[in-house]
């Protein structure tokens, strides 16, 4: 597991992965990096399998190639057009549109589309830890940009709420966002439990949800809201989320409007360590959950 490929210079991924059994060899160490056993039997001898990406338990006879039981099995497009969809996703700061992808690999739009949403389910779950410290909670609405109606009005709009944390002196820490159904006190509280550890201390303005919450008992530092001074490094994520937004995916339903905030969240909380989120998503794909034999059998012998 030495030779991992590290970084976003195009020219070297594109020399280090030049054909399929490129990235079947890429897979395969990280795969088996353990050595081989049987997923059906733990059976740890083997003989050979169908191709060199594929081994075979000596026991029970199952074959499994290196894409078995992975997010990258039973793709629409070739494992080397993945890798190059994979690595244009997250090695640009901002992402691309599946449309941009699809053109650039050349794939149906679709198919880069579904990928990104693998790629995106695998960021999700890399953004779940809870925030610590001191936290700026704030709120806004996402999409439906109707003109005179800067409001808290949710008729086109969807709801989210925001917390990111505030290390003094102007540096922030990690964020998270997350939709919410409404900006009532106990829709609020529920999504400040989800994002935030008990612990923490959070800096609000004098919104009253908030006020309801503090009444609580929640240990909340209230602010006026100033035209954003108060809350000065969270308002400017949330614009420059929705910049992000408008700017890389033009719109987006708001069926699918977590999945951009996980992504937003993802490459936000990772903005300094870029060369290694690459081998994180891989990883996330070759340790997807365990499927039943059934499942294995039918899709890969
Ligand atoms: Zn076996």
Same mark, same amino acid.
């Given at each position: 597991m030495d030779d991992l490929f590290y970084g976003i210079n195009a020219i070297e991924f594109g020399k280090r992965f030049r054909c399929q059994a490129d990235c079947q060899a890429y897979l395969y160490a990280i795969k088996w990096k353990n050595g081989y056993a049987c997923k #059906?039997? $733990?059976?740890?001898d083997e003989i050979k399998g169908r191709t060199s990406f594929h081994r075979r338990c000596k026991?029970?006879?199952y074959d499994e190639s290196v894409?078995? =039981?992975?997010? #990258?099995?039973?793709?629409?497009?070739?494992i080397l057009k993945a890798f190059h969809l994979l690595f244009r996703t997250i090695s640009k700061k901002k992402g691309m549109s599946s449309v941009e992808l699809a053109t650039e690999v050349g794939v149906q739009q679709k198919t880069a589309w579904k990928f990104k949403l693998k790629i995106k389910n695998a960021m999700v779950q890399q953004s779940q830890k809870k925030l610590e410290g001191s936290v700026q909670v704030d709120e806004t609405l996402v999409g439906g940009y109707s003109k $005179? =109606?800067? $409001?808290?009005?949710l008729e086109t709009k969807s709801a989210v709420l925001l917390a990111l944390e505030d290390l003094g002196d102007g540096k922030t820490g990690n964020i998270r966002m997350e939709v919410i159904e409404d900006f009532s006190a106990d829709i609020i509280k529920i999504g400040i439990e989800n994002m935030i550890a008990e612990t923490a201390t959070l800096k609000t303005d004098k919104f009253k949800s908030y006020l309801k919450i503090k009444k609580d008992g929640k240990d909340i530092e209230t602010g006026l809201s100033n035209k954003g001074a108060f809350l000065d490094q969270l308002h400017k994520q949330i614009m420059c989320f929705k910049n992000w937004l408008r700017g890389t995916h033009h719109s987006c339903s708001a069926q699918y409007l977590q999945t951009y905030l996980d992504e937003y969240n993802f490459r936000f909380n990772r903005r300094n360590n870029r060369a290694s989120i690459f081998n994180s998503i891989i990883f996330r794909f070759m340790n997807a959950v365990p499927k039943t034999y059934a499942d294995l059998k039918a899709k890969c012998v």
């Open positions: #059906f039997c $733990g059976c740890r026991d029970c006879r894409l078995c =039981n992975t997010l #990258f099995e039973g793709m629409r497009m070739s $005179g =109606n800067p $409001g808290r009005s």
